[in-house]
């Protein structure tokens, strides 16, 4: 029996080593020898792996989230050929794969042989950084202003706006910010040209909303009423997260014009002007197209941020969140209906006559709600007035517009009179499997005629 045992025994190693040293055999595992990210801006993160095994590197993908909440997107690297191999890939350097400076990435590699072994690296995290220049920091809460110009004033005269217009517009909207905000602060915008996303067109670019947390400023021109702009476009992505039909253009920029204390650029101008001569823009005509030429940039900013002033300071603010809240689930003319019991046509006559002009639909665009077609075109308190009121567009028709922006600009920002367009483009971008859409504030080389 004990035999028969060792003899049976020593027959299952023969085998065991026979199959061991078979072309069959498993490989060992996959080795990560070193891996590595190199920052090269403004053409992204290039991240390389170099890995070992006994059979051909067949397969490695980059797999990479952009935090805090951006979809799980694969990468496909392009490795040397062999059991032995350098594996590279990209992130940031194209429009579809856009990085923000300051955004934190979070990645690993998926690596398989020809044996069919399989390795995921551990997650790990990088953060892709705009290296040209020193910045400094200064931080309040979840909100921190970056800066490489000016003292310690800067980043405070940042912060303190970007609050302000935060806890401002997160009631106005009935949201609340719970992800961290940075703000980027750019001496001019040759220096934010490199950093905007679309940054290889022929846009000059005051601010922008690169990302829902990521907002670039530049000095040159009033640069904290910027601040305000695209600190409330942030605000606004998070209150419309996971909307159906999303938010009308003109809302979205309407909303953020009338963040600012005073209008930018000929904007203000372009108003009274379109008023005086009964050409302003039809609400229906309040789209990209009329925000993205240059014969009505202006007013298209204008026109949007006073209708939204209308709206809330003669219905409400809490009338507005639910108008708001309501274009989850329903269309713009649903959502209006609800609140106000008017539609887009409704609330454009109501605020024609609020500036002095005839409405422009004779159905009156449904039931009058509670507005009255006859109110005067509401002002609202900037931050930090003191309680004095400075209108945001033109009252009825004919004045001039006391939002023009003919001082110079805020902490010293720049002349906001110079004979410049501004204007906001709101492009919707893929950023791999996820999205979002960005803001840019483009300013023309002259002022074309007003409309």
């Keep these: 029996m004990t035999a028969r045992l060792i003899a049976g025994l020593a027959l299952l190693a023969l085998a065991l080593t026979s199959w061991a040293a078979s072309p069959h055999a498993v490989s060992a595992e996959i080795e990560v020898r070193s891996q590595a990210v190199q920052n090269h801006f403004p053409q ?13 590197i067949t397969n490695v993908r980059l797999r990479y989230r952009v935090l805090p909440e951006g979809a799980l997107v694969t990468v496909r690297s392009t490795c040397t050929a062999g059991a032995v191999a350098q594996c590279n890939a990209s992130v940031g350097h194209n429009r579809e794969s856009y990085l923000a400076p300051g955004q934190d990435v979070q990645y690993f590699w998926e690596i398989e042989d020809a044996s069919g072994q399989r390795h995921d690296t551990q997650q790990e995290l990088t953060t892709y950084h705009d290296s040209r220049f020193d910045w400094r920091s200064a931080t309040e809460g979840l909100v921190t202003a970056n800066f490489y110009f000016g003292d310690d004033n800067t980043g405070l005269a940042v912060l303190r706006t970007a609050k302000e217009t935060i806890d401002r517009f997160s009631a106005l909207e009935n949201t609340r910010v719970d992800i961290p905000i940075k703000i980027w602060v750019y001496a001019s915008t040759r220096d934010l040209a490199d950093a905007a996303a679309g940054r290889r067109s022929d846009n000059v670019h005051l601010g922008q909303l690169a990302a829902d947390d990521t907002v670039l400023v530049s000095r040159d021109v009033d640069f904290l009423n910027v601040v305000r702009h695209e600190v409330a476009h942030a605000v606004t992505a998070r209150a419309t997260r996971g909307f159906l039909a999303g938010v009308p253009i003109w809302v979205n920029e309407g909303l953020s014009t009338y963040a600012q204390t005073r209008l930018l650029g000929n904007e203000a101008q372009a108003l009274d002007l379109a008023i005086r001569r009964n050409r302003v823009l039809p609400i229906t005509g309040l789209t990209a197209s009329a925000r993205d030429a240059s014969e009505t940039v202006s007013l298209f900013y204008a026109q ?14 809490q009338k507005f969140a639910e108008f708001i809240a309501g274009m989850r689930t329903d269309t713009m003319d649903g959502a209006l209906r609800k609140a106000y019991g008017f539609d887009q046509f409704g609330l454009e006559d109501r605020w024609r006559t609020s500036v002095g002009l005839q409405p422009a639909n004779a159905g009156g665009g449904g039931s009058s709600g509670s507005s009255g077609g006859n109110q005067p075109l509401p002002t609202f308190v900037p931050f930090g007035a003191g309680g004095q009121q400075a209108p945001v567009a033109t009252p009825a028709g004919g004045q001039t517009a006391s939002g023009a922006n003919t001082a110079a600009g805020e902490d010293g920002g720049g002349s906001s009179s110079l004979p410049v367009i501004i204007g906001v483009v709101v492009v919707v971008a893929t950023l791999g499997a996820g999205g979002g859409y960005y803001v840019y504030r483009s ?4 002022a074309p005629p007003a409309a």
Excluded: V, W
Excluded at 443 to 446: D, F, I, L, M, Q
């Design 44 to 56: 992204g993160l290039n991240f390389t792996i170099y890995l070992a095994s006994d059979a051909d």
């Design 304 to 317: 949007s941020g006073a209708i939204i002033n209308y709206l809330i300071e003669s219905q409400g603010e």
């Design 443 to 446: 300013r023309a080389k002259t």
